[in-house]
């Protein structure tokens, strides 16, 4: 079936614009998270979505950051008068289960290809 | 807290030649998971291993063989006779079992030289 996508696959924007960043999860998954990912980093956990509503939005660096999901399902990442240091890959990906509730244990999430976002 | 430390940056071998990349964490959670991602150049992470904090066997799968150790916080990864196709960036992660996010490491970059 098909994966976690995202779009656009690449962004290049100027310092002070507005961005967005969405993110199609697999269909059913009720968790989805985003990630940031530096160069030469690990990636590092912003948001993270039960159904509709942010569960926990703890890694999100500052209030110019903000991301949604509606419907439970597509969710957009969005990001206010950006900076250079915004640039990074964000990741997005969904897990069939709430954490600590996985049958399995597993907690496994599944990610997508990220959009790489550039601002000059 | 918890944290994952590769601190192998950067690993070069030639083709056909085993190696190990190590990953050592740091959890106060009595269950959690350990988890290992290849990352190549193409961007998307590939999931290669899990594994929970109460079952210490060790797993190989065909070329790939993982070592945890509860003992030394230790889940470090062998590749036996090492392809170019191997070179990648390899990430180990950890997540507590009622946590909501991965907790990466920094990755360790691997090159295989024909």
């Known amino acids: 079936g098909a994966g976690v996508s995202q779009t656009p696959s690449n962004k290049v924007t100027e310092k002070g614009k507005y961005v967005e960043l969405r993110c199609d999860p697999i269909s059913g998954h009720t968790a989805l998270y985003w990630y940031r990912q530096s160069l030469g980093q690990g990636p590092e956990f912003l948001i993270y979505?039960?159904?509709?509503?942010?569960?926990?939005d703890s890694g999100l660096p500052n209030d110019r950051f903000f991301a949604v999901r509606p419907e439970g399902s597509v969710s957009t990442l969005k990001i206010q008068r950006t900076e250079r240091g915004d640039s990074a890959v964000y990741l997005c990906a969904s897990s069939p289960t709430p954490p600590g509730l996985d049958p399995k244990g597993y907690n496994e999430q599944f990610f997508g290809p990220g959009t790489r976002l550039t601002v000059l | 807290a918890q944290k994952v430390t590769q601190a192998q940056t950067e690993i070069s071998v030639v083709e056909k030649e085993d190696v190990t990349l190590d990953c050592v964490y740091e959890?106060?959670?009595?269950?959690?998971?350990l988890f290992w991602y290849k990352q190549p150049p193409s961007g998307e992470l590939v999931f290669l291993i899990r594994r929970n904090s109460f079952d210490e066997q060790n797993e190989i799968s065909g070329r790939y063989s993982w070592n945890f150790q509860k003992s030394t916080s230790s889940f470090n990864f062998t590749i036996t006779a090492s392809q170019v196709v191997d070179s990648a960036v390899y990430f180990c992660a950890l997540i507590p079992n009622t946590g909501n996010q991965f907790y990466f490491g920094t990755g360790t970059s691997l090159t295989v030289i024909p």
């Open positions: 979505f039960q159904g509709t509503g942010a569960a926990d």
């Open positions: 959890t106060r959670d009595t269950t959690y998971y």
